[in-house]
């Protein structure tokens, strides 16, 4: 998949098509709509050691898992509670009614058991990779491209999930370890497996699109929303009647709120009495190549890490249409990142404050 016109320069701080500007940093509360849909199967798996509900569990674990993965045997020096593992975590946009299979979120996750730490690095959207061998293009289009050359013989979702594994490995000199891809449609099925979740909608939104069926149309206030509901809120971007427009900053907070009232569901005696039913909405909108024991094991080995010890790293670039080129320092300081957690000893996290003048106390 090489390209015959030369690529241009990683980092075009003096492009004279488009000025640079300075750069707000990306806050990671976009990415935590998926990570949390990867990680409420730890919620679920927590849970049903104590109930019927293993059975539900175990049977999620085996649609998420791709049949190659799913009976592998996992070496003692090979489990997440021994080994630093890695993970590309892709979030597509596949619709139906557009056929769309870009992923419009892509991350490497780095986890370490010995520090129970992890580093996620999030790669924008329309960034070209500049990787030899693969042309130039915008990183949401490269599954969508494997997949449609995938060998007749194979399975064109597994192809395109290795082949993007591959390619991630060769862009931060590492090896990544397996592959999820969630389908954007968990979210909103997590939602109405919880029976909807109540939010605060700021303002009035309404926007429609023929071609894909889009028909945003919220009303500002509190309110309890259903699944489609809900990602219409998160997603909202531009208005086509009216109703002010929104930044990507904005949805990432839209994102953040919507989040935190998954969780809170979550905790309630409704949403534990209907964990089967998100456990299957999980099963339903992600595919991976982590064999079951091992989504185990993963689960063992970080079920109480918290938020101070994962490392978010959005990388840099600069926009010179119709792409994203990063930046040379940001992209080595993820590659040297992601190096440190995937080391045996993992890395090493500061003490909080208040832990600091604990030990102090104690001590005196």
Known sequence: MSSSAPLPPRARTNSTKVKPKPKKKRRPRRFL?????????????LAVYVGD????TNQALKDVALPEGSSKPIASEERAQVKPLSLLLLGTDYRKETGSMNTDVVMVIAMNPQSNTATVVSIPRDTNPQLKGYKAQKINAFYAGFHSKAPKDQDANAYARDEMRTMMGKMFDITVDYAAVMNFQGFSDVIDALGGVKVYVDQNMRYTDSVDGTDINLKKGEQTLDGKNALDFVRYRKSNHGTAASSDFDRNDRQSRVLAAIIDKMKSVGGVAKLGNVIGAVGDNMRTDIPRDQIINMLKAYYDIDKESVRFLPLEGVWDSPYVYLNDESLQQAK?????ELQPEGRKVQASASASASASAAGE
């Open 33 to 45: 709509a998926f990570l949390f849909l990867f990680l409420i199967v730890v919620i679920a798996a």
């Open 53 to 56: 509900l293993w059975r539900d």
């Open 336 to 340: 040297a990142a992601l190096a440190e």
